[in-house]
């Protein structure tokens, strides 16, 4: 039947309308922190250990190094969780060593990541956060489509901002797991993205940390990043994550703190400080190259290859290709 917007009856008209059901209800998630008052708790206590551990690095060098090894293990969590597996050592090297075969839209969207969890953004100004000064479009692995530009995404990230307002007040875990749960409905990120959401609920959690640049999740990550469920469900797994993640990223830093404390012994008597400076190198990347510890360090390469030996025979370091040329090294934990 034809129809007359001048007909007195034409808003009775079964119409497709918008949905106007609000995209997160605040006191949904309330109830759900208040559930989860125990397992918060946890996750909490976890995260204040992790900060309290990096608290206690001394030198901004080696702290500098610590998180860049943390960064890389969660980054590459994340891109496996989307379905781009890139080794954390591919991360750092540069874009013309790349293996023919490796996804270099994957890898760029993982050096995205990898800068934000090093500190680099604002969470506060979401277009400088991603990127997105000069670029309107990208090809990421696992994204179906372009993402919002200019005014829509404006309007997206003032939308989203204004959602979180009414929640500004819960823990920041409960914030961290809500937004990523909002940031999807906002449509700030294109389709198949999870990285861009993780990274974000990462570093707000550690907002008001002392050490902290992020919360590491670690191989925890991969049952939350994928979303769904109620907010009760969402917020439970992603405390369980977090107290796992800040486990397991403590452990780990206690035992590079280790480590590096038996490098300087078995190098103790190398004069100056290139010995320090391989040592934090190696700290920092799980598997590195001979002239990549060079180039990082400022040292000459026959100078590295002399302190990998003698580290080799202390039992510190192992090389994980076993041939002549192009090692690959890594620090035995």
């Known amino acids: 039947m034809d129809w007359d917007e001048t007909d007195e009856d034409w808003d009775r008209i079964p119409l497709p309308r918008a949905d106007q059901r609000p995209l997160i209800r605040p006191e949904a998630w309330r109830k759900a922190e208040a559930a989860c008052a ?16 990096m608290q206690m690095i001394e030198g901004a060098d080696l702290v500098a190094a610590i998180r860049r090894r943390l960064a890389l293990n969660e980054v590459g969590m994340m891109l496996w969780a989307q379905g781009c597996p890139i080794a954390p050592d591919d991360l750092g090297r540069d874009q013309m060593d790349a293996g023919a075969d490796l996804d270099l839209d994957g890898l760029r969207l993982g050096r995205w990541a990898l800068r ?18 000069a670029v309107a479009r990208t090809g990421f ?13 404006d309007a997206a990230a003032t939308e989203f901002a204004g ?26 990120s294109p389709e198949g993205n999870l990285v861009e959401s993780a ?8 907002a008001s940390s002392s050490a902290l640049v992020f919360v590491p999740l670690g191989s925890a990550g991969r049952r939350v990043w994928p979303l769904g469920g109620s907010p009760a469900d969402q917020l439970a797994r992603w405390c369980e994550a977090v107290a796992a993640g800040s486990a397991e990223a403590r ?8 480590w590096q404390d038996r490098a300087g012994r078995a190098l103790s008597r190398v004069k100056g400080d290139n010995a320090g400076r391989v040592i934090i190198a190696l700290a920092a990347a799980p598997q590195a190259l001979a002239m990549d510890l060079a180039e990082r360090t400022g040292c000459s390469r026959d100078t590295v290859e002399r302190m990998l030996t003698r580290l080799q025979a202390a039992g510190l370091v192992r090389d994980v290709t076993g041939g002549l040329r192009y090692r690959l090294w890594t620090a035995m934990l």
């Open 38 to 53: 125990g397992p918060l708790a946890r996750a909490a206590q976890a995260m204040g250990q992790v900060d309290g551990v």
């Open 116 to 133: 934000r969890l090093e500190g680099q953004g604002k969470l506060d100004d979401l277009r400088g956060f991603l990127g997105l000064h």
């Open 141 to 153: 692995a696992g994204v179906d489509g372009p993402r919002l530009t200019g005014a829509e995404f």
């Open 163 to 188: 959602f979180m307002a009414p929640i500004s007040d819960l823990h920041p875990i409960t914030r961290a797991a809500s937004g990523r749960a909002l940031w999807r409905l906002c449509d700030l």
């Open 199 to 206: 990274v974000w609920a990462a570093r707000h959690m550690a």
């Open 251 to 258: 452990h780990l830093v206690l035992r590079l703190l280790d």
